[in-house]
Every structure is written in structure tokens, then in C-alpha cells.
């Protein structure tokens, strides 16, 4: 009877620790897989998506480039589109492995993956290339807007000086510079 009753106990308590680790919530905001990267290199920068738009499918993921990176070339995803606008030039890349602009290009300012389907339930991510300024310091934030099949999330919000992503509500994600 003492054994029943302490196998029943192990397994009682085995049952709640997996409903525990599997009811956790899922990371709500967008952010890069990078926590911090260092002035005057080269680095893939891997963006996760992990959720859609309150039930909605993602169906465009936009990602603004700042100043502080150069260099970029993005990897295409199998399923989707890539697109990349530069200095007011729209370029359309599906065919080439990598969509770049190096020192002789003009400089890219946004890079666009759409026309691919990414569930509300599942997480995926998107990755690109990219030189870091060597002037770079503090924290780099890179706006991405995330399109859904119905809906639109802007994960722009910049913290003031001294402020903190955590106050924000849809946080541009970011990673920290290291000299």
C-alpha cells in the first residue's frame, strides 16, 4: 500500500511539473535570437517570430534597417517572397540565394518577406547578414512590422533615454553593442 501510494505521488506530482513547463506562455514579442553583437563585425541576425496577429497567420514580415548596420544581405525562405528597398530603389530578389548591398550599392533600407504563410500556433524565423558600424554603441533597434491575414503588429516602439523595452507595449527588437 506504501508503495502504491508514493507511485501515485511521483506521478501526481511528474503530471503537474509537465503541465507547468507546457502551460507556460509563449514569448509575446519579436525579438533577435542575438543578445549582443560587437562593433566592426559581420553577424546574421535571426529574427523570431513567434506568433501571429491574435489568431491571424503572418503573411508579411518587414524589417526597417538602421543606420548602424551596413552591408546587409538577407536570406530567402523557401514559400516566401524577398524583397529589398534601397535608397528609394524597390529590388525584387527570388532566384539568388542571398539579396545584398555592399559598399558599391546603395545602401539598403528595409528588407520584406511576403506572400508566405506562417500559422498563428507555430514560430519561425527570418535571418540577414550584416556589418555593424564600428562607431556603434549602446543597444541597436531594428522596427519590424509583422502583417497577418487580418491585422497588423508594428513592433517599433523605441525606448526614451534611460528607459527600458519592458515599458513598451510592441517593442522595436534590439541587441546590445560590445566594443
Known amino acids: 500500500m506504501k508503495f502504491r501510494t508514493m507511485a501515485l505521488g511521483i506521478a501526481v506530482g511528474t503530471a503537474a511539473l509537465g503541465t507547468s ?3 507556460a506562455p509563449a514569448m509575446a514579442h519579436i525579438m533577435f535570437e542575438n543578445g549582443a553583437v560587437a562593433a566592426g563585425t559581420t ?3 535571426v529574427l523570431r517570430v513567434p506568433h501571429g496577429c491574435d489568431g491571424s497567420p ?14 546587409v544581405e538577407a536570406l530567402p525562405k523557401p514559400g516566401w517572397k524577398l524583397s529589398v528597398v534601397t535608397d528609394g530603389l524597390h529590388q525584387v530578389s527570388a532566384d539568388a540565394n542571398t539579396a545584398h548591398s555592399d559598399g558599391g550599392e546603395p545602401k539598403v533600407k528595409e528588407l520584406v518577406w511576403s506572400n508566405g504563410r506562417l500559422e498563428d500556433a507555430f514560430r519561425d524565423t527570418f535571418v540577414f547578414r550584416a556589418s555593424v558600424n564600428k562607431t556603434a554603441t549602446g543597444r541597436i533597434f531594428v522596427p519590424i512590422v509583422q502583417q497577418c491575414e487580418i491585422g497588423i503588429e508594428r513592433w517599433i516602439e ?4 534611460g528607459g527600458s523595452s519592458d515599458d513598451l507595449k510592441y517593442p522595436a527588437p534590439s541587441v546590445g553593442v560590445e566594443p
Open 158 to 161: 523605441i525606448p526614451a533615454a
Open 21 to 23: 513547463l507546457f502551460a
Open 43 to 45: 553577424t546574421e541576425f
Open 58 to 71: 503572418t503573411v508579411a514580415v518587414r524589417v526597417a534597417v538602421p543606420k548602424e548596420l551596413e552591408g
